[in-house]
């Protein structure tokens, strides 16, 4: 069996990898990924029904207790956990430099930062990786423009240089700060979602 990859400019944000696998004399096999090569310098995430499948503040009951650096489980003996691809993507920012800030409407904040603290990206409290967390009702470009000023980084918003995944529609209206935004339709965020959040960030921000 033989294999090679073959690195395809793409465009400005992505590569795409092709890789083939030879399974018999005549019969070759391949499939293609793309690998994501621009960020922005800020990535926004919403919480619930975002990072995870649940509303902290009507789905979740105190006292929350670690199973382990994955799980909790509530007081009504519910498990809770982030959504499967949330740890690689934090990370993968985190690698790149990228910084991360949470901004969510939830009643109860307390709730959501207990959360962050006990789920684990690798041997950290997925808290750690955020910059700055939001709170509070009403639209979020407070949330953002709030994190811009604590985070010296209003003049990256200007630039287009922010991004918000969120699962709620209405949230769009942070287009008009210029933070690009990112639909989640199916109420979570996954690897495909993410990565097309990222690439329609790139051509949007050209054309600002
Ligand atoms: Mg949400």
């Known amino acids: 069996m033989q294999c090679r990859c073959e690195n395809v400019r793409h ?40 990072l995870w499948p649940f509303w902290c503040d009507t789905h979740v009951y105190m006292p929350i207790k670690p199973l382990n650096k994955h799980e909790a489980i509530d007081r009504s003996g519910t498990k809770l956990s982030l959504f499967p691809d949330v740890g690689s993507i934090v990370k993968e920012l985190h690698q790149n430099g990228v910084t991360l800030v949470a ?12 959360l962050l603290s006990i789920f ?48 709620e529609g209405r949230n769009r209206d942070v287009e008009k700060i210029n933070c690009k935004f990112e639909y989640l339709i199916n109420e979570r965020l996954d690897r495909e979602d993410f990565e097309r959040g990222i690439r329609a960030w790139a051509s949007w921000k050209k054309e600002l």
């Open 103 to 114: 901004a969510s409407r939830t009643a109860t904040p307390r709730v959501a930062q207990e």
């Open 11 to 50: 465009n400005s944000s992505t590569h795409k990898i092709i890789h083939f696998t030879r399974i018999d004399n005549d019969k070759v096999a391949f499939f293609i990924h793309t690998m994501l090569t621009e960020y922005p310098k800020v990535v926004v995430f919403d919480l619930d029904y975002t």
């Open 120 to 167: 684990h990206v690798d041997d950290q409290p997925i808290i750690k990786y955020f910059s700055s967390l939001q709170w509070g009702q009403g639209s979020k470009i407070h949330h953002i423009r709030r994190a811009a000023k604590q985070l010296n980084l209003e003049a990256e918003l200007e630039e287009g240089e922010f991004i918000l995944f969120d699962d």
